[in-house]
């Protein structure tokens, strides 16, 4: 069974760079069906797709986000991030990753990991 | 931007059959698939209804998707609510710039 567990720091310091990182397991990174994505939540706030990833290194991003958003997969590790820059308050929230599949969406979701940015 | 919009909220009666709309802001809501989430306090989301209509397995029959193209929507079915249906739905689907987009989400009361 596929799981996904998000890890790194729950606090950041405004300005700074929010660092996430997704372990994948029961199943291959590598795989030629599916994609892999960043989903985040405010408190209390609905669900913003972020970006996602191939295993090839190919990514697509939120236009909103874009300018400020690196993912990036280490396929040894089975294992893909998400680096966001220049935080501010607005980008606390619930960080989720996810399988994607371009067609039919994002299944299944790792827990998510609550990221607090503080001034 | 594409955008896709919910009702706030509905409620109902447990056994009773409540719809839920997602209407997209451009193009045609038939062009891309859509899916539904459902996220309960505390929990990630998970999928009820994939590629417009189908049920991921696990799922029970009494959720049904299906879509409307004379409103652009696409709609979530849930007859027979039961208490544990009280949740969040999302919808999603994705436009030609591979921009995936969530609904804005509608909290669902069993009254």
């Known amino acids: 069974q596929l799981q996904l567990q998000e890890s790194g720091p729950g606090l950041v310091k405004s300005s700074e760079t929010l660092s996430l990182t997704c372990t994948v397991s029961g199943g291959s990174i590598s795989s030629s069906s599916y994609y892999w994505g960043w989903i985040r939540q405010p408190p209390g706030k609905g669900l913003e797709w972020i970006g996602t990833?191939?295993?090839?290194?190919?990514?697509y991003f939120n236009p909103s986000l874009m300018s400020r958003v690196t993912i990036s997969v280490d396929t040894s590790k089975n294992q893909f991030s998400l680096k966001l820059s220049s935080v501010t308050a607005a980008d606390t929230a619930v960080y989720y990753c996810?399988?994607?599949?371009?067609?039919?969406?994002?299944?299944?979701w790792g827990q998510g990991t609550l990221v607090t940015v503080s001034s | 931007n594409f955008m896709l919009t919910q009702p706030h909220s509905v409620s109902e009666s447990p056994e009773k059959t409540v719809t839920i709309s997602c209407t997209g802001s451009s193009g045609s809501i038939a062009s891309n698939y859509v899916q539904w989430y459902q996220q309960r306090p505390g929990s990630a989301p998970s999928t009820v209804i994939y590629e417009d209509n189908q049920r991921p397995s696990g799922v029970p029959d009494r959720f049904s998707g299906s879509i409307d193209s004379s409103s652009n929507s696409a709609s979530l079915t849930i007859s027979g609510l039961k208490t544990e249906d009280e949740a969040d739905y999302y919808c999603?689907?994705?436009?030609?710039?591979?921009?995936?987009?969530f609904g804005t989400g509608t909290k669902v009361t069993v009254l």
């Open positions: 990833i191939y295993y090839s290194g190919a990514t």
């Open positions: 999603q689907s994705y436009d030609s710039s591979n921009n995936y987009v």
């Open positions: 996810a399988r994607h599949n371009i067609l039919r969406g994002f299944d299944p």
